[in-house]
């Protein structure tokens, strides 16, 4: 499996932004699919998770109520909706697939390249 996100960019504190992750190669539809981010001089952490029927979701404290992922497993792609952005979430974001949702990065057997999120004060 290979993963692509794209939807990074620049936006100011209070603004939307919507990444997207492409992926190729079979079976898709029964990948647990999810998004790791890492900002400059921190840890790789958990943001969000979905089960391969999309009908579990998991989210990291720091995003809840904010951040939505969903699935298209007829596309193959992944979404994270990301609201009320805050400084702090800037970072790279990941889109990884894997055995099982959840926090765990070893659940992800496959990580794609990382898209830039920076959010301005």
């Known amino acids: 499996v290979q993963l692509q996100a794209s939807g990074g960019g620049l936006v100011q504190a209070g603004g939307s932004l919507r990444l997207s992750c492409a992926a190729s190669?079979?079976?898709?539809?029964?990948?647990?699919m999810g998004w790791f981010r890492q900002a400059p001089g921190k840890e790789r952490e958990f943001v969000a998770s979905i089960s391969w029927s999309g009908g579990r979701t998991y989210y990291a404290d720091s995003v809840k109520g904010r951040f939505t992922i969903s699935r298209d497993n007829a596309k193959n792609t992944v979404d994270l909706q990301m609201n009320s952005l805050k400084p702090e979430d800037t970072a790279v974001y990941y889109c990884v697939a894997g055995r099982a949702p959840g926090p765990t990065p070893a659940y992800y057997d496959y990580w794609g390249r990382g898209t830039l999120v920076t959010v301005s004060s």
């Open positions: 190669g079979r079976a898709f539809g029964s990948y647990a």
